[in-house]
């Protein structure tokens, strides 16, 4: 069993079928063998190197669950060359997701599951994918202060979204990436117009232009809270 202390999962393939063709014991060592080291090349290839494959196998019909575990910062420096974080960001998202979904048809491709025999398999991208959902929901609350939607609808986002950067804060293990994350998800809720924007022909009241302020300042103060508890 892998060690996920101080460790995030960045990407997890999780599949259950019927196997085909795989009669001994011999043909599925052979299998799950080749999809380690399937497995360890397309980490290598998608992500980084120098990161942990858990591969983990389950009796009966064939069950795995490839997991690659390591740090955001890993990943971070070996894409040094893009623009910045949130850039950054949505192609490890993209390439996390690619992974997984490599592993998962390369499992169907050797054990020759066709649609009738998967009974399960699931693509999943980890901590990564959890950023990636939080940073869509501030991208979506600035647009919406920018005229796409009214200060009492982009109040409830932001108890949305504060509910959600809370608990991603929570499931971050390595402190650096935590650091990081805080950081990035202040920069975007200040970059929150003062005075969120009505759409066309509406207005914001007062109360509510109040109100949107208080939870844009709010939301900030709970993320900086949450980060000092883990130092």
């Given at each position: 069993?892998?060690?996920?202390?101080?460790?995030?999962?960045?990407?997890?393939?999780?599949?259950?079928?019927?196997?085909?063709g795989?009669?001994?014991?011999?043909?599925?060592?052979?299998?799950?063998?080749?999809?380690?080291?399937?497995?360890?090349?397309?980490?290598?290839?998608?992500?980084?190197?120098?990161?942990?494959?858990?591969?983990?196998?389950?009796?009966?019909?064939?069950?795995?669950?490839?997991?690659?575990?390591?740090?955001?910062?890993?990943?971070?420096?070996?894409?040094?060359?893009?623009?910045?974080?949130?850039?950054?960001?949505?192609?490890?998202?993209?390439?996390?997701?690619?992974?997984?979904?490599?592993?998962?048809?390369?499992?169907?491709?050797?054990?020759?599951?066709?649609?009738?025999?998967?009974?399960?398999?699931?693509?999943?991208?980890?901590?990564?994918?959890?950023?990636?959902?939080?940073?869509?929901?501030?991208?979506?609350?600035?647009?919406?202060?920018?005229?796409?939607m009214?200060?009492?609808?982009?109040?409830?986002k932001?108890?949305?979204?504060?509910?959600?950067?809370?608990k991603?804060?929570?499931?971050?293990?390595?402190?650096?990436?935590?650091?990081?994350?805080?950081?990035?998800?202040i920069?975007?809720?200040?970059?929150?117009?003062?005075?969120?924007v009505?759409?066309?022909?509406?207005?914001?009241?007062i109360?509510?232009?109040?109100?949107?302020?208080?939870?844009?300042?709010?939301?900030?103060?709970?993320?900086?809270?949450?980060?000092?508890?883990?130092?």
């Amino acid at each position: 069993m892998a060690d996920y202390i101080n460790k995030n999962i960045l990407s997890q393939a999780y599949i259950h079928v019927e196997p085909r063709g795989m009669e001994t014991d011999e043909q599925l060592e052979s299998f799950k063998e080749s999809l380690r080291m399937f497995s360890l090349t397309r980490t290598e290839f998608f992500l980084s190197e120098g990161l942990e494959i858990n591969v983990e196998f389950e009796d009966g019909s064939i069950k795995a669950r490839v997991t690659v575990i390591g740090t955001l910062m890993l990943l971070l420096q070996g894409i040094s060359s893009y623009k910045d974080f949130r850039e950054s960001l949505q192609l490890l998202y993209s390439d996390a997701k690619w992974l997984s979904d490599a592993i998962i048809s390369e499992s169907l491709y050797q054990t020759k599951a066709k649609h009738h025999d998967v009974i399960r398999v699931e693509a999943r991208t980890g901590i990564i994918g959890s950023i990636h959902k939080v940073f869509n929901k501030l991208e979506n609350i600035k647009r919406g202060a920018k005229g796409a939607m009214l200060a009492t609808d982009i109040v409830d986002k932001i108890d949305d979204a504060q509910n959600e950067i809370l608990k991603l804060m929570d499931n971050i293990c390595d402190l650096a990436d935590k650091d990081l994350v805080a950081k990035e998800c202040i920069a975007l809720v200040k970059e929150l117009p003062e005075t969120p924007v009505p759409p066309k022909d509406k207005e914001n009241k007062i109360y509510a232009i109040d109100e949107y302020r208080r939870k844009k300042s709010n939301l900030i103060g709970e993320i900086e809270i949450h980060l000092m508890a883990d130092e």
